[in-house]
Every structure is written in C-alpha cells, then in structure tokens.
C-alpha cells in the first residue's frame, strides 16, 4: 500500500505541474512558469513520491529502539560482529546508516577502540540510506514494476554481504587492532506505545524532510538554469549548459550503460541522494520518458553504481569532523567509486556478454 501510495503520487504529479505551467502561461513569461513548475514544483513534487517510504523506515527503526530490542540486537550479533572486527555495538551504527549515514558516522562514538571506530565510519556509507534506497525503490517501481521489491532486496543484501566481507579483511589488514571484551546493560523489554513511535518517527522524518525538501529545491532550482541556459536554447537540449555538460560525460558511463542524464544526476546526488530523482525528472520530464531512455539493464546498472559511490557531502563532512583526517576522507570517496565502478562494469559487461536484457 505504502509504495502504491507513492507510485498514484509520482504518476500524477507531472500532470499536475504540467496543467500549472499551462494556466501560469497566460499571464507571466514563459520562463517563469517553467522555472516554477518544471524546477521547484517538480522538486517538490519528488521529495513527496519518497515521504511514503521514509516514514515507513523511521517507524520500523523507532518501534525497534522504543522497545528494546536494539541493544538486544547488539548483544546477538556479537559473535558475528566480532568476526568482522567490530563489537556487538558495531550492529547499531550500521542499521542506522539505513536511515542516514551522518547520525550513524556519529554513533560510532560508542565504540571505545579506536581501530574499530575507523573502521565502522569506512563501512558506513556502503549501508544506502534512506535516500538512496528511495531512489532505489522509484527505479525499480518504473523497470521491474511485476517484481520491485525482489530488485530492491537484491541491492540491500549486496550491500550487507559487502560490508562484511570488507569488514573482515578490512580488520586483518588496514584497521587491525585487540579485541575487546564486550560488556552490555540491557534494558527490560516493554510495548512501544503508538503515541511514543509516531512522535519519533515524526520528528525524524520531520528533520530528514526538511532537509532533504531544501536541498532538493534548491538542486532542483540549479538544474533547471543550466537546462535552460543560455537563453534562446531549447529546454534540456544539446546546445544548453547541461547538455554541454551530458556530451563532455557521456564517454565515461558508456562502459557502465550510464546515459548521459544519469551520469549527470549522479553527478548531483554528490551534494545529496536525495536529488537524483528530481534530476531525473527535470531531465527526462516523466516516468514514461526514463523509461524510454533506459533499458532494465541499464538501470539496474544505474543502481548498482549508486549503491556504492561517494557519499553525500554531509557524510563527508561528518567523516571528516569525526576523524580530523584529510586522508581518511579520501580514502572513503575512492572505497565508494572503486567499488562503484567495479560491481556496475562487471554487472553491465557480463549482461551483454551473455544476453541477459538485451
């Protein structure tokens, strides 16, 4: 029901900024009404195709942590952790990366060692955050509509059997350190009551909105100047800033099946996640234009890209406060795009090699 929601959301929403820009026309310029509705309301209208889906995140997360049974989590997954290096308390900055990578960064100031909090900050951002796995969700509602969440599910447990294996040798080489026994306090098992977990899942969702509703309208602001500019260029057309911008990258997301459009919200989901659909949107214009430009193949390859690279500017920063380490951070943004570019290469190459969405 939840992506269902989503889906009416996201299908009417162009109609409505489209019937809004035709009524605007009538009494402003024409590049005013399409700023207002082809730039910001379309950057609105994207922040409320995800609100479904991150509310829905936050409820599970604050009904697991009203309860109880977080720390109970921590304590059962010690063994497990213990092999990646990490404690049991490890487990709790990894699932809140699910909701967003920069108050899980910041949990990890519960791990005492040293090595092991290095380490969890450089696994964190392999773990998609709530923005990603909405970015996720609407790719896969539009190319695999008979089977989303099965793609979806693909992508997450990827990620996790990822993060353990780098984990692991990641705590035998770079980030080796002493293990250290590992004490827990649990707290007493009680019901969570609807009125607790909905305000935390409101304040939570509240924050994550705003933030991301502000970044993706100013993004979604940007976009559309250097979509529209220079003046007297078509809008989106070869001739103007990013189309300029498209054909300069398009030769490096060839060997990845990346069209030019993608390569180019990727290129903003840099600053935040969160505006890789908008980019889509103001660049393609609908769901039936993506679909057109992308096969499965291609967007799945998308993902997989997406799952990995360099994390948002705020994960990065708060990377970088944590640790005081220009070189750490770095090494971060090269983990992601490495891994980035190795999973979606050899995903797209072995697809074509054998047929497989062709």
């Given at each position: 029901?939840?992506?269902?929601?989503?889906?009416?959301?996201?299908?009417?929403?162009?109609?409505?900024?489209?019937?809004?820009?035709?009524?605007?026309?009538t009494f402003m310029p024409d590049w005013l009404s399409s700023f207002i509705n082809h730039g910001m309301l379309r950057g609105l209208g994207a922040v409320l195709t995800f609100t479904p889906v991150i509310m829905l995140l936050f409820?599970?997360?604050?009904?697991?942590?009203d309860s109880g049974y977080l720390a109970r989590v921590a304590f059962l997954m010690d063994s497990i952790m213990k092999?990646?290096?990490?404690?049991?308390?490890?487990?709790?900055?990894?699932?809140?990366?699910?909701?967003?990578?920069?108050?899980?960064?910041?949990?990890?100031?519960?791990?005492?060692?040293?090595?092991?909090?290095?380490?969890?900050?450089?696994?964190?951002?392999?773990?998609?955050?709530?923005?990603?796995?909405?970015?996720?969700?609407?790719?896969?509602?539009?190319?695999?509509?008979?089977?989303?969440?099965?793609?979806?599910?693909?992508?997450?447990?990827?990620?996790?059997?990822?993060?353990?294996?780098?984990g692991y040798i990641y705590s035998k080489t770079i980030f080796r350190g002493k293990s250290e026994p590992f004490v827990l306090e649990l707290p007493p098992y009680r019901m969570p009551t609807m009125k607790g977990i909905s305000i935390h899942m409101w304040e939570k969702s509240e924050g994550f909105l705003r933030?991301?509703?502000?970044?993706?309208?100013?993004?979604?602001?940007?976009?559309?100047?250097?979509?529209?500019?220079?003046?007297?260029?078509e809008y989106g057309s070869p001739d103007s800033y990013i189309g300029m911008f498209a054909q300069w990258i398009a030769p490096i997301g060839t060997a990845f099946g990346l069209t030019p459009?993608?390569?180019?919200?990727?290129?903003?989901?840099?600053?935040?996640?969160?505006?890789?659909?908008?980019?889509?949107?103001?660049?393609?214009?609908?769901?039936?234009?993506?679909?057109?430009?992308?096969?499965?193949?291609?967007?799945?390859?998308?993902?997989?890209?997406m799952l990995f690279y360099t994390p948002c500017v705020a994960t990065l920063t708060t990377i970088y406060n944590e640790t005081k380490s220009k070189k750490f951070t770095l090494f971060v943004?090269?983990?992601?795009?490495?891994?980035?570019?190795m999973f979606s290469f050899t995903f797209y190459t072995l697809a074509n090699l054998l047929g497989v969405g062709v």
């Open positions: 029901m939840i992506f269902n929601g989503k889906d009416v959301a996201s299908g009417h929403i162009p109609g409505l900024v489209d019937l809004s820009y035709n009524w605007m026309l409820l599970i997360l604050s009904f697991l942590e092999k990646m290096g990490l404690e049991g308390r490890g487990i709790i900055p990894l699932m809140l990366g699910f909701g967003c990578n920069v108050p899980a960064v910041m949990a990890t100031r519960t791990l005492k060692d040293e090595n092991e909090r290095k380490l969890s900050i450089a696994l964190n951002p392999l773990i998609p955050c709530g923005a990603r796995i909405q970015v996720f969700a609407f790719l896969s509602g539009i190319f695999f509509p008979s089977n989303p969440a099965l793609v979806l599910w693909s992508l997450l447990i990827l990620s996790m059997v990822v993060v353990f294996v780098l933030k991301a509703g502000t970044i993706i309208v100013g993004a979604a602001a940007i976009i559309w100047a250097l979509a529209a500019l220079p003046w007297g260029v459009e993608a390569m180019i919200s990727l290129f903003f989901g840099f600053f935040a996640k969160e505006v890789v659909i908008d980019s889509l949107y103001v660049l393609y214009g609908n769901k039936g234009a993506i679909l057109a430009a992308m096969t499965p193949l291609q967007a799945y390859s998308f993902m997989l890209f943004i090269l983990e992601g795009l490495v891994l980035a570019a």
